[in-house]
């Protein structure tokens, strides 16, 4: 059964960090893009960062740049999200999702179709 698992998440103050986690059980993840996403309440899901399976590159959305970094663990067939000096406009729930690589990066978000299941992540003093 071909599946994601995201976990990681909670409640932490501004300034703090988390790692997310998206382990994938049924196939091996370094043949797909992997993208992080982000749902607010009331807001459109947007794609936060990805990483490209072909050359390992990565794209991070301006409202995270320098704070978030993605990775890839093949060992483990999980990526990661590590997101630090968070602030309270980053709380959402968070989404991993794969896209196989056949777009010339790895942001192009209408391409991914196997999801997670989402994890909260609530930044709040």
């Known amino acids: 059964q071909v599946q994601l698992v995201t976990s990681g998440g909670g409640l932490v103050q501004p300034g703090g960090s988390l790692r997310l986690s998206c382990a994938a059980s049924?196939?091996?993840?370094?043949?797909?893009?992997i993208g992080w996403f982000r749902q607010a309440p009331g807001k459109e899901r947007e794609g936060v960062s990805c990483?490209?399976?072909?050359?390992?590159?990565?794209y991070y959305a301006d409202s995270v740049k320098g704070r978030f970094t993605i990775s890839r663990d093949s060992t483990k067939n999980t990526v990661y999200l590590r997101m630090d000096s968070l602030k309270p406009e980053d709380t959402a729930v968070y989404y991993c999702?794969?896209?196989?690589?056949?777009?010339?990066?790895?942001?192009?978000?209408?391409?991914?179709?196997?999801w997670g299941q989402g994890t909260q992540v609530t930044v709040s003093s």
């Open positions: 999702a794969t896209a196989r690589p056949w777009e010339l990066v790895c942001s192009v978000w209408g391409a991914y179709d196997i």
């Open positions: 049924g196939f091996t993840l370094d043949y797909y893009d």
């Open positions: 990483i490209s399976s072909s050359d390992g590159s990565t």
